[in-house]
């Protein structure tokens, strides 16, 4: 059961990290550029939801494996710098 969260975490993660680097690498350039913010709110709505999904995700794995609220504070501020979640990734693999 432990193992499963924290696949599931490091699943949500990744997929996370890869909608925000599309976000900001992708869809942001196209709506200044082009002046097309369609893919802004596609790509915006789709990671807000991954980023709530993650929350939840970290939330869930903190209480199963015990993690310390210092360990899980420190993976939520990564995951708000690009290319954060993996290091993210990283870190869980070290545990």
């Known amino acids: 059961m432990l193992k499963l969260a924290i696949n599931r975490f490091r ?9 925000y680097l599309i976000l900001l690498f992708i ?10 913010p369609y893919f802004v ?3 915006g709505m789709s990671h807000g939801v991954l980023f709530i999904i993650f929350v939840i995700f970290l939330l869930e794995t903190m209480r199963k494996n015990s993690w310390t609220l210092r360990f899980a504070l420190e993976t939520f501020v990564l995951s708000l710098i690009p290319f954060g979640s993996f290091l993210i990734e990283k870190r869980i693999k070290e545990l």
Do not use: R
């Open 41 to 43: 709110k596609i790509v």
């Open 11 to 19: 699943l949500i993660s990744y997929i996370e990290g890869i909608s």
């Open 27 to 36: 869809a942001m350039p196209i709506k200044y550029i082009l002046d097309n």
